[in-house]
């Protein structure tokens, strides 16, 4: 029974899956990233527009990641060129993404989706199902194996560290930023693509599950894609009819499960020492 | 090294005097900037920039009557603004107003059902309930902070989706609406209900929406005003928000501060429900708020959190929601134009702030 929910829990996982390693990122590289659900709608909007201009869900993902990209940079420059408040950048940055699907695109578009790969014993997934524990081990090693990812980590971890190195803060918070841009798109692109279909509400707050994952995962990617692993099984559990979950309870899993986990009574966590922090 | 010290020029009045200017041109500027955003992408639509904006100003001051609409619509702005001014004072951050005003709503509508009893007791039972459940739901995340480091900002999102799912599990399962397929509760009783000001006030037509809640909304912004400015809990909290040594070694205790200041922020985010509940739905609704919660940031940001700010955003706020429909019919500008706007206005507000205040440092 368990294992029948396997194929859901993948489906679910795979967007937020990209958005939390996007979300490591940026956090990794000290800027609070409340943005996720507007780089994913983004990224969901990027996608259609793409598709519906050339036939072509490959277009489509590129648009969308540009899409993704774009409000990213925005998040950026407000917050580490101009320093501005974080938490607030992003809150508008979410309220400026819904806005401009309002006004371009209030409509639902039928869109074709990405490619399905079919696998024997594995079953037949989206591509960009199979890309997210390719990029999980990327995101890993870029972190703690590469110089990059040495330097994103002291950006968030210190305002002093890469100035003592004559290395530029700001702009190891662009790339971590745009990277979570990036990653956050394609997660939007997967979510019209699953469905082949675009609303306006199609994110449905999973940025903000998302944001959550980062946190139960300990900023770290492998740990952040399992919570998203997780939160996906958790979410495909109303499949099982017989144990009459309400489905209320079953949303607000992730979100119960974060508050626990941050008040440490499960393990602790360790942000990024100098997450928020705008100093340079 | 880098840092150089603060320039000895500026006297700490001189300093003063900039910043309580700075304080008027960043909203203004702002606000400009939003009305300038909506004039471009007008002429880009090639309509008139001109129309639009007397629409708006129609809309909104043509009659006594259109003027209190845009009272009605920046009523739960009112509220939701100050709470989140309000914790900000303190140096906290309350995103979480969304759930502590459904939560207050539901816990609004639930006495007012349930309980039959003369308005005069019934009114202020029903605010004290909803009261006491938005300064609860509030709380959670103070009492994370302190006792666990957890940070307000990630406790108060999940909060939201929390009450959200919760208000949305009673309404739909227990507590609906016999015979009803719109997720809602069953009409409070009329003694719980506020007065409608169009039945008292002559200028105001009967079937105007504004209600007394509006009144409670100033009576709220005054004490608050009061509250930080006179009372000794005001000056703790702003002590606590701006330098928290400070306020230890002066023998306040940052925690308990931080506990009962989003307690108090979530109770006023609840009377955004209350007024929903009580002055114009007279039932819960499910999902009722259209983004209360996070316009109360915008309104707090552009009234720089000072109560008679807060009041200011909110009634340019009220205009451009109750507008928003106008446009829409009459100019067939979709509304999402205002959001986009919206979210503009913030970015070029929080940038201002960044660029200036902390270079100034």
């Known amino acids: 029974m368990i294992l029948s929910l396997?194929?859901?829990?993948?489906?679910?996982?795979?967007?937020?899956?990209?958005?939390?390693?996007?979300?490591?990122?940026?956090?990794?590289?000290?800027?609070?990233?409340?943005?996720?659900?507007?780089?994913?709608?983004?990224?969901?909007?990027?996608?259609?527009?793409?598709?519906?201009?050339?036939?072509?869900?490959?277009?489509?993902?590129?648009?969308?990641?540009?899409?993704?990209?774009?409000?990213?940079?925005l998040l950026s420059i407000a917050t580490i060129t101009f320093q501005s408040e974080q938490i607030v950048t992003g809150v508008a940055i979410n309220i400026l993404a819904l806005g401009s699907i309002e006004y371009l695109l209030p409509t639902s578009e039928r869109v074709v989706g990405l490619p399905e790969l079919k696998l024997p014993f594995i079953g037949h997934y989206s591509i960009l199902t199979y890309v997210m524990p390719l990029l999980m081990l990327m995101c890993h090693i870029m972190l703690y194996k590469t110089a990059w990812g040495l330097r994103l980590r002291a950006a968030g971890n210190s305002t002093e560290a890469l100035k003592t190195l004559s290395l530029s803060r700001n702009r190891w918070q662009y790339f971590g930023v745009g990277l979570s841009g990036i990653f956050a798109g394609m997660g939007g692109c997967f979510l019209v693509s699953d469905v082949n279909l675009f609303t306006k509400g199609i994110i449905a707050g999973r940025g903000y599950v998302a944001l959550a994952a980062v946190i139960f995962g300990n900023w770290r990617p492998i740990n952040c894609v399992l919570a998203c692993l997780l939160f996906g099984f958790a979410d495909s559990l109303d499949l099982i009819q017989q144990w009459n979950i309400p489905?209320?309870?079953?949303?607000?899993?992730?979100?119960?499960?974060?508050?626990?986990?941050?008040?440490?009574?499960?393990?602790?966590?360790?942000?990024?020492?100098?997450?928020?922090?705008?100093?340079? | 090294m880098n840092n150089q010290p603060v320039s000895s020029v500026h006297t700490?009045?001189?300093?003063?005097?900039?910043?309580?200017?700075?304080?008027?041109?960043?909203?203004?500027?702002?606000?400009?900037?939003?009305?300038?955003?909506?004039?471009?992408?007008?002429?880009?639509?090639?309509?008139?920039?001109?129309?639009?904006?007397?629409?708006?100003?129609?809309?909104?001051?043509?009659?006594?009557?259109?003027?209190?609409?845009?009272?009605?619509?920046?009523?739960?702005?009112?509220?939701?603004?100050?709470?989140?001014?309000?914790?900000?004072?303190?140096?906290?951050?309350?995103?979480?107003?969304?759930?502590?005003?459904?939560?207050?709503?539901?816990?609004?509508?639930?006495?007012?059902?349930?309980?039959?009893?003369?308005?005069?007791?019934?009114?202020?039972?029903?605010?004290?309930?909803?009261?006491?459940?938005?300064?609860?739901?509030?709380?959670?995340?103070?009492?994370?902070?302190?006792?666990?480091?957890?940070?307000?900002?990630?406790n108060t999102i999940m909060l939201n989706f929390?009450?959200?799912?919760?208000?949305?599990?009673?309404?739909?399962?227990?507590?609906?609406?016999?015979?009803?397929?719109?997720?809602?509760?069953?009409?409070?009783?009329?003694?719980a209900r506020f007065q409608r000001l169009g039945e008292v006030v002559p200028f105001i037509e009967e079937s105007n929406l504004l209600d007394s809640s509006f009144l409670l909304a100033i009576l709220c912004v005054i004490i608050t005003y009061v509250f930080l400015k006179y009372s000794r809990w005001g000056y703790e909290l702003r002590l606590v928000g701006n330098a928290s040594d400070v306020a230890t070694y002066g023998g306040i205790n940052p925690g308990k501060v931080i506990v009962w200041t989003m307690a108090l922020s979530g109770t006023i985010a609840g009377l955004a429900g209350v007024s929903d509940v009580m002055g114009y739905r007279h039932r819960f609704l499910d999902s009722f708020s259209s983004g209360w919660g996070f316009t109360g940031i915008v309104v707090a940001l552009l009234g720089r959190n000072h109560p008679f700010g807060v009041f200011a955003a909110s009634l340019l706020f009220g205009l451009l929601n109750k507008v928003a429909l106008d446009i829409e019919l009459l100019l067939g500008i979709p509304r999402g134009l205002f959001l986009v706007g919206q979210g503009l206005l913030i970015i070029v507000m929080v940038c201002m702030e960044g660029f200036v205040i902390k270079r100034r440092k």
């Open chain 1, 6 to 73: 396997i194929p859901s829990t993948l489906r679910k996982a795979t967007p937020l899956g990209y958005a939390a390693l996007g979300g490591t990122c940026s956090e990794r590289a000290g800027v609070v990233n409340i943005a996720l659900e507007g780089m994913m709608l983004m990224g969901a909007f990027g996608y259609t527009v793409g598709v519906q201009a050339i036939e072509s869900a490959w277009i489509g993902l590129c648009v969308g990641i540009a899409g993704g990209f774009g409000s990213a940079m």
């Open chain 1, 247 to 280: 489905d209320q309870l079953i949303q607000s899993f992730p979100y119960i499960l974060t508050m626990i986990v941050l008040a440490g009574l499960v393990g602790k966590t360790r942000p990024p020492a100098a997450l928020g922090t705008s100093e340079n």
């Open chain 2, 12 to 154: 700490r009045n001189q300093f003063h005097t900039i910043q309580q200017f700075l304080n008027v041109v960043f909203p203004l500027t702002a606000v400009l900037v939003f009305f300038l955003f909506c004039g471009i992408v007008l002429l880009l639509r090639r309509q008139s920039p001109i129309a639009f904006y007397l629409t708006i100003l129609n809309s909104g001051f043509s009659s006594f009557d259109e003027f209190a609409g845009v009272l009605f619509n920046a009523t739960p702005l009112i509220f939701t603004g100050l709470a989140v001014a309000l914790a900000f004072k303190a140096g906290l951050f309350n995103i979480g107003c969304e759930g502590q005003l459904y939560v207050a709503a539901f816990t609004a509508a639930w006495f007012g059902i349930h309980i039959n009893l003369p308005s005069i007791v019934l009114i202020p039972l029903c605010i004290a309930a909803a009261m006491l459940s938005g300064a609860i739901w509030g709380a959670i995340p103070g009492l994370l902070k302190v006792k666990f480091g957890a940070h307000e900002v990630i």
């Open chain 2, 162 to 191: 929390i009450a959200l799912a919760l208000t949305n599990y009673l309404v739909v399962s227990v507590f609906r609406e016999p015979g009803q397929m719109t997720p809602q509760t069953a009409a409070i009783n009329k003694t």
